[in-house]
């Protein structure tokens, strides 16, 4: 008989303010306390750990093609050794190519947007794509949902 998998990345009870804290670079952790400032002025969302490493912000429900359904962060990140991970939305890269070309220095990929500094980015770009994701993700804006 086969044997659901469980998933890994789902909302706990772990504190935000503990794993920000524990990020070992201090302008990694600066970075990403800014970072959580900007996401919960834009969502009006409580931080949320998501997993043992992503910080969420409000949560969407999603269905694959499959009929498998799930939940994940509208927006969240992960303060990496190497980056910041922002989670946005699949196919932000083509939908919003005008606004990351304002954005400065990045990386993308499946719906991930890789920033080295925050301090190199255009902040206002940045909101925007959060705000934007997050009207997607909430059904405002009628783009799919690229990447489920």
């Known amino acids: 008989m086969a044997t659901s998998k469980q998933p890994v990345t789902v909302p706990t009870d772990a504190s935000v303010d503990d794993f ?8 990694r952790r ?9 996401l919960r002025e834009v969502t009006g ?3 949320v750990m998501w997993g043992p490493s992503i910080v969420g912000f409000g949560s969407y429900r999603y269905t694959y093609d ?3 359904t799930g939940d994940w962060p509208l927006v ?4 990496r050794k190497q ?15 005008s606004v990351l070309a ?8 499946k719906g991930c947007l890789y920033l080295n500094r925050l301090d190199d980015v255009d902040e206002s770009a940045l909101r925007e794509l959060v705000d934007r994701t997050v009207r997607v993700h909430k059904g405002v804006d009628r783009a799919s949902r690229h990447g489920q």
């Open 76 to 79: 969240g990140f992960s303060p």
């Open 30 to 38: 600066a970075d990403a306390e800014r970072l959580r400032t900007l």
């Open 45 to 47: 969302e409580p931080a």
């Open 102 to 109: 304002r954005l400065g220095p990045h990386k993308t990929g």
């Open 66 to 68: 499959s009929g498998r």
């Open 20 to 27: 920000l804290a524990a990020v070992p670079d201090e302008r």
């Open 83 to 97: 980056q910041l991970v922002v989670y946005l939305v699949g196919g932000f890269e083509e939908r919003h190519a």
